[in-house]
């Protein structure tokens, strides 16, 4: 009986579209790396809240390390379909305009 169960609620997720697809995952990761690079430790970055758009642009929030070896904190970040990266800190308002047209 619980095999039923399981299966049935398996079938369910995957019929809801709880699931990525491998497409998203590999878009995903590749979107992420312009993020990295981006870091001093790139070994150390930390990712949540991570949201791929209709717009195919990466949306979410990051953590790393900073110069002293801590973890500086969480802050947001957007990767745009073309892999451009922004984060809070990039001079021009580039983030803010990012953020606003993809992910607000």
């Known amino acids: ?3 039923i169960s399981l299966a049935a609620m398996v079938a369910v997720l995957v019929s809801s579209g709880c699931t990525g697809s491998s497409e998203d995952a590999a ?4 979107l992420r790396q312009s993020v990295v690079s981006k ?3 790139p070994s150390s970055v930390q ?4 949201k791929l758009t209709k717009s ?3 949306c979410g929030e990051m953590n790393g390390k900073n110069a002293a070896g ?3 904190g969480f802050t947001r970040f ?8 922004h984060m809070p800190t990039d001079s021009g308002g580039r983030f803010e305009t ?5 992910c607000a």
């Open 56 to 58: 195919r642009a990466l």
């Open 27 to 30: 878009t995903t990761e590749k």
């Open 1 to 3: 009986m619980l095999k």
């Open 47 to 50: 990712f949540r809240d991570e």
């Open 39 to 41: 870091l001093r430790d």
């Open 78 to 85: 957007v990767v745009e379909p073309d892999g451009t990266a």
């Open 70 to 72: 801590t973890y500086a």
């Open 98 to 102: 990012a953020w606003a047209k993809h």
